[in-house]
């Protein structure tokens, strides 16, 4: 979460498109990140949208420039642990609404081609990412509701 919380803040104190564009890249990686672990050390009824959270975060980051960084600025490479998993999607979240929303500004001020397609197939990217997360936020409920039903049940 604190990598989340991290790109967050580094995402609304970017200024310019270049600074923008690899705090979106950021984030994106973030998101394949989370994805792919949740993928393999998640919750079982997250484990297949969380594979498709890891796809389309890779195609985000696939679909941008690749942002000239050095060892250790990666921040989805310092992700050890995710904790909570409901909270963490509910970071992610919003992290991936902040991304659309930065490169929405960014395509309304492009002045090239190239730029303006590239943060719209960004938007799709982190749209459908945003959409992979809710899904598995549903699932969390479900599966918390139906707990709560056994518990009932046996108590």
């Known amino acids: ?7 967050r803040r580094a995402l609304a104190g970017s200024g310019e498109v270049p600074e923008i564009m690899r705090e979106v890249w950021q984030a ?3 998101a394949q990140a989370i994805g792919s ?10 484990r297949g949208e ?22 250790g600025d990666l921040r989805a490479a310092r992700l050890t642990d995710l904790g909570d998993a409901r909270q963490t999607l509910l970071d992610l979240g919003c992290l ?5 929303i930065a490169l929405v500004g960014i395509a309304c001020a492009a002045d090239d081609e ?6 719209m197939e960004a ?10 997360v809710l899904e598995m936020l549903r699932r969390l409920a479900v599966r918390e ?8 049940a046996a108590g």
């Open 1 to 7: 979460m604190r990598l989340i919380v991290t790109s």
């Open 28 to 30: 994106q990686a973030l």
């Open 37 to 46: 672990r949740l993928a393999v050390s998640g919750p079982p009824e997250l």
């Open 50 to 71: 969380a594979l498709g959270l890891t796809e389309l975060a890779g195609r985000g980051c696939g679909v941008l420039d690749a942002p000239s960084l050095g060892v």
């Open 96 to 100: 991936l609404g902040e991304v659309g």
């Open 114 to 119: 190239g730029t303006y397609w590239q943060c």
């Open 123 to 132: 938007i799709d990217a982190a749209d459908e990412s945003r959409d992979r």
């Open 145 to 152: 509701e139906e707990m709560v039903e056994r518990d009932r």
